[in-house]
């Protein structure tokens, strides 16, 4: 059994109120999640605070793809291609190697379309050469050795296909480990806690005044990060009244749907010069996506609207055939944060924004999953230097996230385990061990506490109802939402169908 401490909501706000930690980091996405794990295993005493969900927003709104990035060649920024790759890389052999698996991607060359084989060829040779060939070279292929690959290609107009490798992952389990390697580091984590002021003491950012379970606290803190997201400017505004906006938004919607036929590969089309859209097998569906749309409203109400996913089947189905919306079981969006300035979103430059205000809350915003780490290892250098002049970046070694193990070995063992109640269908084992690793144990031990835990939540799906009661107890679940969005598989599959979410409502109230 893992050793980490859960502490109760009530503990966890004491603690918080009674503490004055070295850093409180506002926002518990990927980044700022990244900088909590990090600054604790540099040795700070920190805390991290969301207003939602852990990786409730754009944390769990991705394309789900750890990647180079192909499109950013057309930019011209081989620089942030190969530091992209080099983080990929290290998430897919050192990091997670239990959650992030190797997918490879086919870029389909129409007669009509915006570039020939010669210049994709050229592209995905170039894009596998700036991470070494790691995952193959890039290269040209013939329609049929394509259709091979993804069998509902379109074949018409088809001249060829160009392929590259690069990864996929589930993109809430991957946050919510990070967030257990953050408490397993010494980081006091709390969801639903809404920063609601900030505190100053002479002018300077000391704390922050939160609300959560029906209370109102307060945090106390030497520095505070501001790392949310796409409200950036709303917590810098608490600082300043008078700060100009830093970013803007750009919204990316995406659609899931049950798949028609086996995909061995991805599909990258090219939709124009910039754009591409994304066919991804992923969770025994197809994710199809993104849009990508200059955004002015209010951050939490972003939704994927009808004519964002009438634009995205229309997309999808240049490459795609057999498309239908029926078949859709879970529409999502989220926001892109861009640097602030002039030009279409579409072809701002993805890089990280960070700032410092007037009252030395440093904000940081922007940049990709696929370079979590690296962000986060600047903001260290930075909160390094203003907390008294160590590099706390330098010392830390690239720690893998928890529950560390091969999946092929963990599914093998949780199916052929012969203990009573145990024995597991293979398709729920490869589940459990792929979103889990080796904390899969850990749920096999309470089925055999209770049987009951080992069947399936709903029959069209592998999750299973250990999993709730692992995500109340041991993964921050609070609201039902939680759990069948981002602790279990549920809504993408279409699977949380009203009975479900009731009896789920009832495992949670079982602590409350
Ligand atoms: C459509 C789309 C597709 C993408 N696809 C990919 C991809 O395939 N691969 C890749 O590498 N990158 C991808 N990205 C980029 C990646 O998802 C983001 O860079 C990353 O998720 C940003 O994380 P974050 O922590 O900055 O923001 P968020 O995840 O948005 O976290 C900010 C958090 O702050 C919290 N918060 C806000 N206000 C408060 C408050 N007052 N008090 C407390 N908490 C607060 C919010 O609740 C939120 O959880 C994609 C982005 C988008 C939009």
Redesign the pocket.
């Known amino acids: 059994m893992t050793t980490t401490t859960f502490s109760s909501r009530a503990q966890t706000r004491e603690e918080l109120s009674r503490t004055t930690f070295d850093l409180l980091v506002?926002?518990?996405?990927?980044?700022?999640t990244s900088v909590a794990w990090m600054a604790a295993q540099a040795g700070l005493r920190v805390a991290m605070?969301?207003?939602?969900d852990f990786?409730?927003?754009?944390?769990s709104?991705?394309?789900?793809?750890?990647?180079g990035g192909l499109r950013y060649l057309q930019t011209g920024n081989l620089k942030l291609v190969a530091e992209n790759h080099r983080e990929r890389r290290a998430l897919a052999a050192d990091i997670a190697p239990h959650l992030v698996k190797p997918l490879d991607f086919v870029v389909p060359i129409y007669k009509d379309g915006p570039h020939g084989a010669a210049k994709m060829g050229a592209g995905v040779f170039l894009y596998s050469a700036l991470s070494a060939f790691g995952d193959g070279v890039g290269r040209v292929v013939t329609p049929r050795q394509a259709l091979a690959r993804v069998p509902s290609l379109r074949r018409e107009g088809l001249r060829a296909a160009a392929v590259y490798g690069d990864h996929q992952m589930n993109d809430s389990r991957v946050a919510i480990m990070t967030v257990r390697a953050a408490v397993e580091a010494g980081a006091v984590v709390l969801n639903h806690?809404?920063?609601v002021g900030l505190r100053f003491d002479r002018g300077l950012v000391c704390g922050a005044d939160l609300r959560a379970d029906g209370a109102e606290f307060g945090v106390n803190a030497r520095l505070v990060l501001n790392?949310?997201?796409?409200?950036v400017d709303?917590?810098r505004r608490m600082e300043d009244a008078g700060a100009a906006p830093s970013i803007r938004l750009s919204k990316?919607a995406?659609v899931v749907m049950r798949r028609p036929d086996h995909w061995k590969a991805a599909l990258t089309t090219p939709i124009d010069r910039y754009r591409v859209s994304f066919a991804i097998p992923w969770e025994d569906h197809l994710l199809l996506?993104?849009t990508d749309e200059e955004y002015t409203g209010d951050p939490a109400a972003v939704r994927a609207t009808d004519a964002d996913v009438t634009q995205i089947l229309d997309e999808a189905g240049m490459a795609v055939e057999g498309l239908r919306r029926e078949d859709v079981t879970y529409t999502f969006a989220?926001?892109?944060?861009l640097p602030g300035g002039p030009g279409q979103v579409t072809a701002a430059k993805r890089e990280t924004v960070v700032t410092r205000g007037k009252g030395g809350m440093l904000s940081v915003?922007?940049?990709?999953?696929?370079t979590y780490r690296h962000i986060g290892k600047v903001v260290l250098r930075t909160l390094g230097r203003l907390l008294g002049g160590d590099d706390l970046a330098a010392i830390l070694p690239a720690v893998p996230l928890p529950g560390l193990a091969s999946p092929d070995a963990v599914a093998m063992r949780l199916w052929t385990d012969r203990e009573p109640g145990v024995r597991m269908d293979p398709l729920v084992a490869r589940h459990l061990a792929t979103h889990y690793g080796a904390i899969a144990f850990d749920l096999a031990r309470l089925i055999r506490e209770d049987p009951a835990l080992g069947e399936r939540i709903h029959p069209g799906g592998p999750d299973i109802w250990a999993q709730v009661v692992y995500a109340r107890d041991h993964e921050w679940a609070v609201t039902v939402d939680d759990v069948v969005r981002r602790r279990t598989t549920l809504t993408v599959r279409g699977l949380d169908t009203s009975e479900i979410r009731t009896r789920i409502g009832e495992e949670l109230h079982e602590t409350a």
Do not use: F, M, Q
């Open positions: 506002i926002g518990g996405g990927i980044l700022g605070v969301d207003a939602g990786a409730g927003a754009t944390s709104a991705s394309s789900k793809l750890v990647h806690a809404e920063v790392a949310t997201g796409p409200w709303v917590l990316g995406h996506g993104t989220g926001l892109r944060v915003a922007g940049g990709k999953w696929t």
